[in-house]
């Protein structure tokens, strides 16, 4: 199993970034894909999560409308596009891949190693 992340770097505030997830070696239609994130200091929280076989979408709060969550099924693939990014965003960004969403968030079996979204202000 494998999910590869890409797509951080450094932004400054009000800019945008689309991180990538590229995943392989599991039943993609029979898994949710999500992500999370990890700020220096702080616990690693949800973010998003989709389920690409029925094109469930879930967005943690502080997202309020800047992030989209997305799939391309066809390459196995989820995206997260994020607008309107705030020195706070800055974290590192995980990838997970899970069977269960339980309260509205992803339960992980597996996980990616991250990318890095820095946020300049």
């Known amino acids: 199993v494998q999910l590869v992340e890409s797509g951080g770097g450094l932004v400054q505030a009000g800019g945008s970034l689309r991180l990538s997830c590229a995943t392989s070696g599991f039943s993609f239609d029979d898994y949710a894909i999500g992500w999370f994130r990890q700020a220096p200091g702080k616990e690693r929280e949800a973010v998003s999560c989709?389920?690409?076989?029925?094109?469930?979408?879930y967005y943690s709060s502080f997202v309020k409308g800047r992030f989209t969550i997305s799939s391309d099924n066809a390459k196995n693939t989820v995206y997260l596009e994020m607008n309107s990014l705030k020195p706070e965003d800055t974290a590192i960004y995980f990838c997970a891949a899970g069977v269960a969403i339980i309260s509205r968030e992803l339960l992980p079996d597996y996980w990616g190693r991250g990318t890095q979204v820095t946020v300049s202000a």
């Open positions: 989709i389920r690409p076989s029925d094109g469930s979408i």
